[in-house]
């Protein structure tokens, strides 16, 4: 395996980190409770994953602010043009698991 100094691993997880970020945003039709069911994660985490990294290097970033990073968007705007009420049986999976 190549190796790969701490600068250029950081750059190849940052573009990955982009890319997923862009393909989330470009899939509006998946919903959040539905990657939470099957990955365990879903765009609040990785909101919230980015606002905690930018709180521990001291910078103070919102809820709302970290949000709209990872959406796109404002979120409630994205709620609105995107979230669909989920199933009782998919709200039940939810329910049933340590998230």
Request: charged fraction near 30%.
């Amino acid at each position: 395996m190549t190796e790969l100094s701490d600068e250029k691993k950081r750059d190849f997880e940052a573009a990955a980190f982009r890319r997923l970020v862009e393909h989330l945003r470009e899939r509006g039709d998946v919903q959040n409770i539905d990657l939470m069911n099957l990955a365990g994660f879903c765009r609040n985490c990785l909101s919230n994953w980015y606002r905690e990294a930018a709180n521990a290097e001291g910078v103070d970033l919102s809820k709302d602010q970290s949000r709209e990073i990872v959406y796109g968007m404002p979120y409630a705007q994205w709620q609105a043009l995107n979230q669909t009420e989920a199933s009782d049986a998919t709200k039940a999976e939810f329910e049933a698991k340590d998230h």
